[in-house]
Every structure is written in structure tokens, then in C-alpha cells.
């Protein structure tokens, strides 16, 4: 079965340091998402991102957040001054909405951010 | 604005018990809802979904879960719990242009043996 796979599983950066999660997506996906679930909280929707730019976002998504996908299969998340708070799990996700909605909306196993 | 509300923050069951969690949703028109199961410290795994149609759902792992218009309900059942159901569950709500998920806080189901 097609998979969603992050890198790295665990990543641990200094406060003020920009870090990048990245992200392959199932191949044929179209849609790509990332989400970031706070230790003991809820998972938050934080971007969409479709045909090269964005096109939802959170209240969360500010400007320290960026996304970009550099080449035809990774889909990064940029931090550029890590937090304190941005401590979290980020999961990243992919689906094929043409073909309908949530269609094969998979995620990630996700990538543990620890911000020291 | 869409918001899912799951009211048991903790349910503990005994092994062969039946279970329900609980899943309230808000959102203006019909509602794509799905079930997630989180084991700690891993991914997000999709129990199932619903979009239309029969309003009681079959999903993996003996779960399924009825969609309640009249009470803006989707609750989450299984006849007879299994260990291995430990874990964190949590409630979705899609947005109409099928790209965004609203997740509800989650409930940890407990298994006594």
C-alpha cells in the first residue's frame, strides 16, 4: 500500500535555529498537507498546498512557517527561528481531491520536533 | 466554522465489553467525518469514514460508527474490546472542499484485563 514518508522520526534543534522536516508524498497525489499535534493536544491543520502554492491556512501558519515543494517528490516544512512551543509532532499528508474529496488522504508517521 | 467536540477525555473498558466514544461535529453543510486511531508515539491510522450514504459505517478492525444528522453525531462503536484497542482516538470533520481536517481532542481508551 502507497505511503506517506517523513524524515527524520525525531529531530532535536536549539532555540533560533531553522530547522526542515521533509516530506514524500504517495506519488500520484496532488494535494499535500502538513499538520502538527502538541504533546497531549489535538492534531492542527497548519497548511494545504496545491499546484505549487498554498491554498489554505491556519491562524498557526505565520510568517516563521514556510512550505515548498523543490523538486517532482518532496514536500518540506521550514521553521526559520524555532521556539520553544514549536516543540511538536508534525505529520505530513497527501491525498488526490480530483478524484474526489479525501480521496486516499494518507498521513505520515510523523516527524517529533524537540526544541531545546 | 467547523469544531469537533469529543466530551470523554479518558474511557477505560474491560476486555470483551462493548464501547462507544463519543464524536459531536459543527459545520453548515453535509459533513465528511472519519475516525482515527493514534498508538503512542505513532502515526495517525484511518478507522473509517463517512460521506454519504448508509449512515452506518464498517471500518477496520471490527470498529464501525453511525452518522446522526438530528444530533450532529458520529459515535464510534465496538461490540467486544481487545487489548490491542488501547490507544488514542480521534474524531475528523472535512471541509467542503476536501482538503482540510478539524480533529476533536481525542479520547484514550484504557482496556482493564
Known amino acids: 500500500e502507497p505511503e506517506v514518508t517523513q524524515t527524520p522520526s525525531h529531530q532535536v534543534t536549539q532555540m533560533g535555529q531553522e530547522v526542515i522536516l521533509r516530506c514524500v508524498p504517495i506519488s500520484n497525489h496532488l494535494y499535500f498537507y502538513w499538520y502538527r499535534q502538541i504533546l497531549g493536544q489535538k492534531v492542527e491543520f497548519l497548511v494545504s498546498f496545491y499546484n505549487n502554492e498554498i491554498s489554505e491556512k491556519s491562524e498557526i501558519f505565520d510568517d516563521q512557517f514556510s512550505v515548498e515543494r523543490p523538486d517532482g517528490s518532496n514536500f518540506t516544512l521550514k521553521i526559520r527561528s524555532t521556539k520553544l512551543e514549536d516543540s511538536a509532532m508534525y505529520f505530513c499528508?497527501?491525498?488526490?481531491?480530483?478524484?474526489?474529496?479525501?480521496?486516499?488522504?494518507?498521513f505520515g508517521s510523523g516527524t517529533r520536533l524537540t526544541v531545546v | 466554522a467547523q469544531s469537533v467536540t469529543q466530551p470523554d477525555i479518558h474511557i477505560t473498558v474491560s476486555e470483551g465489553a462493548s464501547l462507544e466514544l463519543r464524536c459531536n461535529y459543527s459545520y453548515g453543510a453535509t459533513p465528511y467525518l472519519f475516525w482515527y486511531v493514534q498508538s503512542p508515539g505513532q502515526g495517525l491510522q484511518l478507522l473509517l469514514k463517512?460521506?454519504?450514504?448508509?449512515?452506518l459505517v464498517q471500518g477496520i478492525k471490527g470498529f464501525e460508527a453511525e452518522f446522526k444528522r438530528s444530533q450532529s453525531s458520529f459515535n464510534l462503536r465496538k461490540p467486544s474490546v481487545h487489548w490491542s484497542d488501547a490507544a488514542e482516538y480521534f474524531c475528523?470533520?472535512?471541509?467542503?472542499?476536501?482538503?482540510?481536517?478539524?480533529f476533536g481532542g481525542g479520547t484514550r481508551l484504557m482496556v482493564k484485563p
Open positions: 475528523a470533520v472535512g471541509n467542503n472542499a476536501g482538503n482540510m481536517l478539524t
Open positions: 499528508a497527501s491525498s488526490e481531491p480530483p478524484a474526489g474529496p479525501f480521496y486516499g488522504y494518507t
Open positions: 463517512y460521506f454519504s450514504g448508509d449512515t
